[in-house]
Nanobody, 123 residues
C-alpha cells in the first residue's frame, strides 16, 4: 500500500510560481512512475506531467512545456512539480498519482492517488 500526500498549492497571481510536492509512504517508491494530473471545474482530468521511476523519462502536457518541471527524489520518496509563469487557465485541483506503468494519460493505470491540492491563479 502506498499513501500519497500533496502539498504546496495555493493562490498566486498570473506570472507567479508554485512548487507542489507529493510525499509517498513505502519502500518501493523508485519502482513507481509518478505523475501529476489536474482537474478544473467542468473539465476532465488531464495529465500534466509524468516521470519514470528512475527519472530518465519525462513527459509534459503541451500547454505547460517550458513552464512546469517535474522531478523526483527517490531518497526522500517525493515527487515535485515546479510551476512557473502560471496562467489563470492553470487553475485546478492537482493530484499526484503512482503506478507501475509507463507514463500515460489514462488515469485508470495508476493505483494510488493523493487527495489533491488546489492551485488558483488570479488574473
Amino acid at each position: 500500500q502506498v499513501q500519497l500526500v500533496e502539498s504546496g498549492g495555493g493562490l498566486v497571481q498570473a506570472g507567479g510560481s508554485l512548487r507542489l510536492s507529493c510525499a509517498a509512504s513505502g519502500r518501493t517508491f523508485s519502482s513507481f512512475t509518478m505523475v501529476w494530473f489536474r482537474q478544473a471545474p467542468g473539465k476532465e482530468r488531464e495529465l500534466v506531467a509524468g516521470i519514470s521511476g528512475s527519472g530518465e523519462y519525462i513527459s509534459y502536457l503541451g500547454s505547460v512545456k517550458g513552464r512546469f518541471t517535474i522531478s523526483r527524489d527517490n531518497a526522500k520518496n517525493t515527487v515535485y512539480l515546479q510551476m512557473s509563469s502560471l496562467k489563470p487557465e492553470d487553475t485546478a485541483i492537482y493530484y499526484c498519482a503512482a503506478g507501475r506503468v509507463d507514463v500515460s494519460g489514462n488515469a485508470r493505470g495508476y493505483d494510488y492517488w493523493g487527495q489533491g491540492t488546489q492551485v488558483t491563479v488570479s488574473s
